[in-house]
C-alpha cells in the first residue's frame, strides 16, 4: 500500500497520472471505492475541471491524493499523465486534504482564478455539510501554492 508523501516535497515540473471520477461540466461527484466509481451525491454546480485521484499516492487523510487536471473534458475512469502546476491548501473537518493542481500548459490567469473561486465556495458548502453530518473541525480554503 502507498505511504503518504508530502505534496510539496516534489521537484518542479513533476508529473502526476491523474484517475478522472469527476469530467469537466459534470455535476456528478464520484469516488473511486475498491476500484471501481461509486456515485456520492449530485452537486448544484458543474466541475470546472476534472477531479480524480493519484491512485498510487495516499494524502494526509488515508485516501489517494485529489488531483484536478485543468484544460477539455476527459471521461471519467481514464488515467491521464500531466504537470503539477500547484496544490490547493485545503481543510476539511480539521484534516489536512490538500489537491494537486495539473494540466498540460501552464495555467491561464482565468484558469488559476477559476481553481481559486471554486475552492473558496467549495470549502462553504463542504463546513456546512460536515456541520449538518455533525463532523467536528474546521473546513477551509487556505490558498494555493502555484508552482
Known amino acids: 500500500m502507498p505511504t503518504p508523501t508530502p505534496l510539496e516535497d516534489r521537484a518542479a515540473g513533476a508529473r502526476a497520472l491523474v484517475y478522472v471520477e ?4 459534470s455535476r456528478v461527484k464520484r469516488e473511486l471505492q475498491g476500484g471501481r466509481l461509486v456515485t456520492e451525491y449530485i452537486s448544484p454546480f458543474a466541475s470546472p475541471f476534472n477531479y480524480g485521484c493519484v491512485r498510487a ?4 487523510d488515508g485516501d489517494p491524493v485529489d488531483a484536478l487536471v485543468l484544460g477539455p473534458p476527459r471521461e471519467a ?15 476539511d473537518a480539521g484534516l489536512a486534504d490538500p489537491k ?4 498540460g500548459a501552464p495555467p491561464s490567469p482565468a484558469e488559476r482564478l477559476t481553481v481559486e473561486r471554486f475552492f473558496r465556495r467549495y470549502a462553504l458548502a463542504r463546513a456546512l455539510l460536515n456541520r449538518w ?5 474546521v473546513t477551509v480554503f487556505n490558498g494555493v501554492r502555484w508552482r
Request: with cysteine.
Open 133 to 137: 453530518q455533525g463532523k467536528p473541525g
Open 100 to 103: 494537486l493542481v495539473c494540466s
Open 57 to 60: 499516492e495516499l494524502s494526509t
Open 77 to 91: 475512469g481514464t488515467e491521464v499523465l500531466v504537470r503539477i502546476r500547484g496544490v490547493v491548501d485545503f481543510v
Open 22 to 25: 469527476v469530467p469537466r461540466g
